[in-house]
Each structure stands twice: as structure tokens, then as C-alpha cells.
């Protein structure tokens, strides 16, 4: 059974910085490609980036050169680096496999990001 369990998550003024991490237990996680997503109230879930096996990363625009994602196969373990806070990143992160048609595993309970002005 696939186990995804989100954290670093906060709150942050604008223009602050956080990293989150993600576990990963049950799938082989070194072979998948791995994406972080976030949920904003009253939207749907997005992917925010992604990184494959062989580390080549992909971002939405709105957070390109400003978030970094990276993964730890020893560790089993994704991160997101997130810089230059802006409120509009507020919402709830979560990890899952990448692309999100790839998607088999249920998602984890994510973890809270929230940007004051």
C-alpha cells in the first residue's frame, strides 16, 4: 500500500521561503517520477513541478525560478524548495507520482502553506 506523507509546510510572510518534504513507502520510488500539486480554496488541484527518475524537472510557469524541486532516492523522499513567497502560492501541497495520469496512489493529507502580504 502506497503511503504519501506531506510536511514543512507553514505560514510565511510574503517573500519568505519554505521547504517541503514527502516520504514515500510502499512503490518503488526511485523508478517513478514524482510531482508536487497544491489545492487552493475553491480551486483544483494543479501540478506545481515534477521531477523524473533521471532528475529533469518541469515547473508551471507561475513558479518557475522560484521553486526547486529535488528527490533523495536513498531517502525515498521529494522536496520542494519554495522562495520569493507570494500570497497567491497559498494552499495545500501534496506529492504523487508524475505525470498526474500516472496517478494510482491515494493522496496524503498534504500540508498547509499560507503567505501573508
Known amino acids: 500500500q502506497v503511503q504519501l506523507v506531506e510536511s514543512g509546510g507553514g505560514l510565511v510572510q510574503a517573500g519568505g521561503s519554505l521547504r517541503l518534504s514527502c516520504k514515500a513507502s510502499?512503490?518503488?520510488?526511485?523508478?517513478?517520477?514524482m510531482g508536487w500539486y497544491r489545492q487552493a480554496p475553491g480551486k483544483q488541484r494543479e501540478l506545481v513541478a515534477g521531477?523524473?527518475?533521471?532528475?529533469?524537472?518541469d515547473y508551471v510557469d507561475s513558479v518557475k525560478g522560484r521553486f526547486t524541486i529535488s528527490r533523495d532516492n536513498a531517502k525515498n523522499t521529494v522536496y520542494l524548495q519554495m522562495t520569493s513567497l507570494k500570497p497567491e502560492d497559498t494552499a495545500v501541497y501534496y506529492c504523487n507520482t508524475f505525470p498526474q495520469y500516472t496517478i494510482t496512489a491515494d493522496w496524503g493529507q498534504g500540508t498547509q502553506v499560507t503567505v501573508s502580504s
Open positions: 521531477i523524473t527518475r533521471f532528475g529533469s524537472t
Open positions: 510502499g512503490i518503488i520510488f526511485s523508478v517513478n517520477a
